[in-house]
């Protein structure tokens, strides 16, 4: 949810249909593929169990689990390879 890239100053996380991005541009951001997808792929999680659910099943997966071995994050690292991911997405205008 709160990936990390290139050491930890860089960071998206996820809530509901937002990506809220911190120490990197949105520019930056979106010529980055694998790291949209990964993010996009939480959006889709988000949208699957709903907000409060989601984020109780996040942070369940989370406690057994860890970061790395978390069921959400597996799967959103398997997405950062698949072109479909992105399919049907669009970018909302900078604000
Ligand atoms: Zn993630």
Not at 16 to 30: A, C, D, E, K, N
Request: with cysteine; glycine share 6%; hydrophobic share 40%.
């Amino acid at each position: 949810m709160a990936a990390k890239r290139m050491g930890s100053t860089q960071m998206a996380m996820v809530v509901g249909r937002t990506i809220y991005l911190h120490g990197v541009s949105r520019q930056r951001f979106l010529e980055d593929t694998g790291w949209i997808r990964h993010e996009v792929c939480h959006v889709y999680q988000y949208r699957q169990y709903g907000i409060l659910r989601f984020l109780w099943l996040y942070w369940r997966e989370y406690r057994r689990h860890g970061y790395y071995q978390n069921a959400f994050e597996v799967a959103a690292r398997a997405a950062e390879r698949d072109p479909e991911v992105l399919r049907n997405i669009d970018f909302a205008p900078k604000v």
